[in-house]
């Protein structure tokens, strides 16, 4: 080619051509692969976590049954078939003050309640203490007494605690059967140290104290001093809400209807801050302090599949009621009405 002919530029794709230099970009799919490899970590590790936790609550809690349940060899098993997993099921719970000062056996909270496993729904009644209680084949007398009495018989004749125990359970749920026309099969007792301890395991509650309470007695320890109004109680103060009764100058008295509705009150915050987020993580220490404080005359089987059925209960299904009645001193006699309406829900919960 001559010096002066004009140079005509290379074809695409020739040896020749150098095309120019592109950086280049991160492949796309080697970001999503190593995000995809974090977020499996991620969720194994949460799951290790989840297990080990659980697997802790399960060890807690099989040792807790140990401990609340009777041992099996007072009790007949009961079959899957026939159990609380797949049958509704009926239960007297008894608070007992076993404090050092001044404690007796007497019943001083009484509820009953009944759960049905189709539904996942409960109706607890409340019961004042004071209540006139006459069945067949016992002679009438408060109802917060029955416990007592037939505890310290069993006593009497030679039976051991746990003997005297299941004895005394025995008769409560015979008579309270009787009373609201039901089928009881089970009765469990928490004394006052283990409702205080429950609610310091969830971090007390918030209730709403309805009249300044003040009272105190130096025979049995009693130091009651409660301002009005919301607020956060500890263990020892949301005891002192339920308890409360009368000032030492008898003013602001509190009736057992107002207590009843307390010990409603206090149930269902317990409740709800055990099954909240928050109080998913303290469900070990309540573990522990139910242990130490209750007793239930139900195998420990059963016991476990009660725990699996209603472990996520909350208060929005549990319908609260109380037993009216007026006060003929020294008894409160149950109002018929009352009485009639507690009955009907009961019956209407243990059939659906």
């Known amino acids: 080619m001559s010096q002066g002919s004009t140079s005509l530029p290379p074809r695409s794709g020739s040896r020749g051509s ?19 490899r974090t977020f499996i970590k991620l969720l194994i590790g949460l799951l290790l976590i989840v297990a080990a936790v659980l697997g802790y609550l399960v060890y807690k809690t099989n040792d807790a049954i140990s401990t609340i349940g009777v041992n099996d060899n007072k009790v007949e098993e009961v079959p899957v078939g026939e159990s609380v997993k797949a049958k509704p099921v009926a239960m007297v719970l008894m608070g007992i003050d076993t404090r050092e000062k001044g404690g007796s ?5 009484m509820m009953v309640a009944a759960f049905n496993p189709t539904t996942k729904k409960a109706t607890v009644v409340s019961i004042p203490r004071d209540t006139y209680v006459d069945v067949k084949d016992y002679r009438g007398r408060k109802a917060n007494s029955y416990y007592a009495s037939f505890y310290n018989v069993a006593r009497q004749e030679g039976k051991d605690k746990e003997d005297a125990e299941l ?28 409702f205080s301890d429950v609610v310091d395991a969830v971090g007390g509650v918030k209730v709403n104290v309805d009249m300044r309470m003040k009272y105190t007695d130096s025979h049995d320890g009693t130091n009651i001093d409660l301002e009005p109004g919301i607020q956060v109680l500890d263990g020892k103060k949301a005891l002192d809400f339920v308890r409360y009764r009368k000032s030492n100058g008898g003013g602001e008295q509190s009736s057992d209807f107002d207590r009843n509705r307390r010990q409603s009150e206090v149930v269902s915050a317990i409740l709800d801050k055990l099954l909240s987020l928050g109080g998913v993580p303290k469900v070990g220490s309540v573990i522990d302090a139910a242990a130490n404080n209750i007793s239930v005359d139900m195998p420990k089987k059963e016991i476990s599949r009660m725990l699996e059925k209603y472990f996520t209960i909350r208060s929005n299904d549990i319908t609260f009621l109380s037993l009216e009645g007026t006060w003929k001193s020294p008894h409160v006699i149950a109002d018929e009405t009352s009485l009639a309406n507690v009955k009907a829900e009961l019956n209407k919960r243990l059939a659906e």
């Open 18 to 36: 150098v095309p120019p230099t592109k950086a280049k970009k991160p492949k796309k799919p080697k970001k999503k692969r190593s995000f995809f």
């Open 167 to 194: 004895a005394a359970k025995k008769v409560v749920k015979e008579v309270f059967g009787d009373y609201f026309d039901i089928n009881i099969q089970y009765a469990a007792t928490i004394n006052f140290q283990g």
């Open 105 to 109: 056996l007497n019943t001083d909270v």
